[in-house]
């Protein structure tokens, strides 16, 4: 059996799409080198002894996540009537999607995948409004929430990937075919190899493109594009960043959650704009996920800064895992336990 190579998608992602190991697509393809060795789209490989998965989630932290893997989701997202809407599109035009469920009155949204070597972030928010909309359509409570009583006040929105160019860069590296190959290469000083980056593929800190204190951020970051941290030439150059800027001016959100890796911390403050109700808030998040609060990251242009100064709304970065960006898959379990009631309880917070 042959399979053609698509966008995005890793030999850890192909060996778990066949159920066989990493270590057989190597032994049957002596072009790969090792299990973490780019695979570029277009590529021919030879698949042996395959199992299809049943299972289009991967829970066992054997793979990695990217556009690819939410855009396969997406049709049974639908059918569980998850709302789908395109919001805007990254640089190399893919898609950025919004998901939505619930009935309520209070909106609130979460975020992830700002940062192109943070994708266990979409991979955990995808998976997390996928059981939430399983356990709202059968009636089942969900670690003592209520969902179905819990929708009917709240309505959630969610962008898993708001970085899918920069993503698929870190899982799949770089080729001579790439649009921006050139820009690239000159950007990562001629090295190949990506677990570093964060930026978009133009090479822009999607979280440093915020009007707050954005000068300030800018002066004290790169002054070129950069593998990240580059605040770019002014706030929201990025079409990425102008998806969500849009969605947030659209939408009446009472608090927002941007997810990022790593350090199992809450950052819940900006410069003393927050509200008062935010320290409470912060709290019950901390008691349901292990994480310790931090009032301020001291830094500014990022997204959640916006908000607070923006709205005067309550506004928190969660930072899953410990470890190294990118963390490993196995990681995710971790992600998840701590995420899952972290999540649940965000969508409670307005109770007070």
């Known amino acids: 059996m042959r399979h053609i190579v698509n966008e995005g998608e890793t030999i850890a992602k192909i060996a778990y799409m066949y159920g066989i190991r990493p ?17 570029k789209p ?8 395959s199992i299809s998965q049943s299972d289009p989630f991967d829970w066992d932290g054997k793979a990695e996540f990217s556009q690819v893997d939410l855009e396969n989701i997406l ?15 990254s640089v190399m035009r893919k898609p950025i999607y919004a998901l939505t469920v619930g009935r309520g009155e209070k909106e609130i949204f979460y975020s992830g995948g700002w940062h192109a070597n943070e994708w266990h972030t979409s991979k955990f928010l995808t998976l997390f409004i996928h059981q939430l909309a399983l356990k709202d359509q059968m009636d089942e409570e969900w670690e003592e929430y209520r969902i179905q009583k819990l929708l009917d006040h709240v309505k959630l929105v969610v962008v898993p990937l708001v970085n899918p160019d920069g993503v698929d860069l870190v899982l799949q590296g770089i080729y001579k075919e790439h649009p921006f190959y050139d820009q690239i290469l000159q950007m990562n000083k001629g090295m190949t190899g990506f677990d570093h980056w ?43 960043a102008k998806a969500i800027y849009r969605l947030t001016k659209e939408h009446c959100f009472n608090y927002v959650l941007a997810f990022h890796s790593q350090g199992q911390v809450i950052y819940w403050g900006y410069r003393g704009l927050e509200p008062a109700e935010s320290n409470e808030m912060v709290r019950r998040l901390s008691l349901k996920s292990s994480y310790t609060p931090i009032h301020t990251a001291d830094s500014d242009g990022g997204y959640k800064d916006w908000f607070i100064k923006e709205t005067g709304k309550p506004g928190f970065t969660i930072e899953v895992g410990v470890g190294t960006n990118p963390l490993s898959p196995k990681a995710f379990a971790e992600v998840w336990s701590n995420n899952c009631l972290l999540a649940l309880e965000g969508l409670c917070l307005w109770d007070r």
């Open 42 to 49: 277009g590529t021919k490989l030879h698949i042996t002894n």
């Open 198 to 240: 964060s930026s978009n593929i133009r090479g822009v800190d999607l979280n440093h493109q915020w009007a707050a204190g954005w000068e300030i951020e800018a002066e004290e970051s790169p002054q070129q594009p950069w593998s990240r941290h580059y605040s770019g030439t002014k706030p929201l150059t990025e079409p990425e």
């Open 23 to 39: 270590f057989d697509l190597l032994l049957f393809n002596r072009h790969l080198d090792s299990e973490s060795a780019y695979v």
């Open 75 to 89: 049709p049974l997202m639908k059918s569980m009537g998850v709302g789908v809407e395109i919001i805007g599109y």
